[in-house]
C-alpha cells in the first residue's frame, strides 16, 4: 500500500471513529439550552434585583470541603443505592380531563395532575439518562411507565427550575408538536424552550408571586430555596414552585428546595392545598440549604397547609441516585416522620405513595402500601 492510499486509509478511519464525538458534542451543546448571553438579560429581573437569581435566604449550594470532598463522598460505595429488584410499575390509562382531583407520579419529579376538568403536568422527563450526554450521568432505576403518546390532552406543563432531572429537552420538544398545552416557567426557561422550537406564544414566564391563567386554573409561582444551571455557569434562571388552583380545588408542586421561610408564606397566602407534591430525596449534609430530607419535607408540607391535614405526594426518590442514601431511605424516613407527628398529635398528612405510573384520587386515599420493602 502506497503512502498515499495508508494515509487516505487513516484519514477515514478517523472520520469515521470521530463522528460519534462530533454527535455527542453536538447533542450536549443543544441539552445545555440557550447561551450566556442570551439569559443574561433575564438575570437583570431576579427578585434580589442583580445580575443573578439569589435565594431570599442565603443557601450553600455544597457545604464547607468545596467539589473534591463531595467527589470522593460520591465514589464511597453504599449499601442499597439501588433496589435489588425491579421497581413496579403501574400502567394508567387517562380518557378526557377529570372533574376530580387527582395526581399520578410519573418517577421522580414528573407528575400529572387532574384538577377541575384540568391537566397539568410539572416537570417531564421522559429520557433514561438526565444529562448533557448520553455517555455520562445518572440513568434511570426504572423506565417511565407510559409513552408520552399515552399521555392525554394537557393544558399546561409547568417547569420548576433548568436541572437535567427537571428539564429535559427531547421531552419538551415532543409536548410542543403533540400537545397544545401551554408552557409556564420561572424566568429564563423560556430561553430554553424558545431555542429548542417551542413557538414563543406558548411560553409564559414568572417571577415569584406572579400568575398566569390557563382555563379555568391560575398558576402562582411561588418561591423555593434551590439554585439553576445547566452549564459552568449558574443562577442565570430561576427557579421556583407551583400553586394550581382551580375554582374547587388547589394542589401544590414543590419541584426541588431546601427547607425555608418560602413555604410558610407560600401557605399564610395561598393555602391549604387539598394536596402538596414535594421533594425527599437527594439529600445530603453537602447540600443541606438546596435538597430537603424527608422530616423538612413534612414541615414544609404542615406549613403550607396551616391548621388543616392535606394529602402529600412525595416525590424525587426511588428513580434516579443523585446522593449518597440508599434507594429507600427517604420513604422510610418520611413515613416515621408522618407516624410520630401523628402520635404526637401534630397536623399529620394523609400519605400518597404510589408505585410510579399509578394514578391516585385525592380524598380517597387508599391505606399506604409498602411497595418498595423487600427490593
Known sequence: MTVVAKSSVSAVAGFVVGLPLVRELWRVRAEIGATRRALREHAGSSPAGSTRFHNSEPATEVADGGALTVAKAMLQRVDEVRPSGPIPLVHSDFGPASAELAVTWLGHASVLFEIDG???????????????????????????????????????????????????????????????????????????????????????????????????????????????????????????????????????????????????????????????????????????????????????HQDLNPGATAALLPIHWATFVLARHSWSEPIERLVAAVDAAVADGNVGAALLIPRPGERMVVGDEPDVETWWRGL
Open 118 to 300: 384540568h391537566t397539568v403536568l410539572a416537570d417531564p422527563v421522559w429520557e433514561s439518562r438526565v444529562s448533557p450526554s448520553t455517555w455520562l450521568g445518572p440513568t434511570r432505576l426504572h423506565a417511565a411507565p407510559l409513552g408520552l403518546a399515552e399521555l392525554p390532552e394537557i393544558d399546561a406543563v409547568v417547569i420548576s427550575h433548568d436541572h437535567y432531572d427537571h428539564l429535559e429537552r427531547s421531552t419538551i420538544v415532543w409536548l410542543a408538536e403533540h400537545r397544545r398545552c401551554r408552557f409556564v416557567v420561572p424566568i429564563g426557561l423560556g430561553e430554553h424552550l424558545r431555542g429548542w422550537g417551542v413557538p414563543a406564544e406558548r411560553v409564559i414566564e414568572l417571577t415569584w408571586g406572579q400568575r398566569a391563567s390557563v382555563g379555568a386554573l391560575e398558576l402562582v409561582c411561588t418561591e423555593v430555596r434551590h439554585f439553576s444551571g445547566r452549564g459552568l455557569r449558574r443562577n442565570d434562571t430561576l427557579w421556583s414552585g407551583w400553586a394550581i388552583l382551580g375554582p374547587t380545588a388547589r394542589a401544590y408542586f414543590g419541584g426541588d428546595s431546601g427547607y425555608s421561610a418560602c413555604f410558610e408564606r407560600t401557605g399564610l397566602e395561598l393555602g391549604p392545598f387539598d394536596v402538596t407534591v414535594l421533594p425527599i430525596g437527594a439529600y445530603s449534609e453537602f447540600w443541606p440549604d438546596v435538597h430537603m430530607n424527608p422530616e423538612e419535607a413534612l414541615r414544609a
